[in-house]
């Protein structure tokens, strides 16, 4: 198997950084310590934090693209098109629980979109908002009817659901060691489902 090049080595490493320390608190020097290597080495390749960042983002961009493929492939004629469209929608979340390079990348997603200084990035304007106008479209055309701007507010509120099962924490300490995490996408689905069917 080949060895990764020194610059995925550092991706990798600035993925746990900033999953763990968020964008404002992580240090180019704290990147470079995790990677093990000189911090010469990491502006070489990336110039400046928000360019290494970005570039993390952009490494996982098969996601998006993938959750786009399947939304365009959802029957809008079918009677469970709605539960098509939601399958799209939390089609990373059914990533190896053993891949925690993918969690990480998750933890980064809802740590930017929460983030009020997210906006000044542009990260999710450019690599998140094309997907979701084709998602908000797709809800348009097989639930009509709803009020002005529901559909946008459906998806945002799925988002927001979405991301939370990501930290997993929370739901296990709610659960007082009787955790079934494992069933959350599942809940999840049809939560999202009957929200968007009967809301508004």
Not at 14 to 36: C, H, L, S
Request: charged share 30%.
């Amino acid at each position: 198997m080949a060895r990764p090049s020194k610059r995925d080595h550092v991706l990798e490493a600035a993925e746990q950084v900033f999953a763990d320390k968020g964008y404002d608190r992580a240090t180019m020097r704290n990147i470079a310590d995790a990677a093990e290597v000189g911090l010469p080495l990491v502006t070489y390749h990336f110039e400046t934090k928000l360019n290494l960042y970005r570039s993390i983002f952009e490494r996982y961009q098969y996601w998006n693209e993938a959750r786009r493929e399947a939304l365009r492939e959802v029957d809008r004629a079918s009677d469970d098109a709605l539960e098509q469209i939601v399958d799209a929608f939390l089609l990373v979340g059914r990533h190896d629980q053993a891949d925690t390079r993918t969690a990480n990348y998750l933890r980064l997603v809802l740590r930017e979109a929460s983030d009020p200084h997210g906006p000044e990035r542009n990260i999710i304007a450019d690599l998140f908002d094309p997907m979701a106008r084709e998602f908000i479209e797709a809800l348009e055309a097989v639930i009509p009817g709803k009020p002005k701007g529901f559909h946008r507010w459906a998806y945002l509120f799925a988002v927001g659901a979405y991301t939370s099962t990501n930290v997993g924490e929370r739901e296990e300490a709610l659960a007082d060691g009787a955790s079934n995490s494992r069933d959350r996408l599942q809940y999840l689905h049809s939560f999202i489902c009957a929200g968007i069917r009967h809301g508004g």
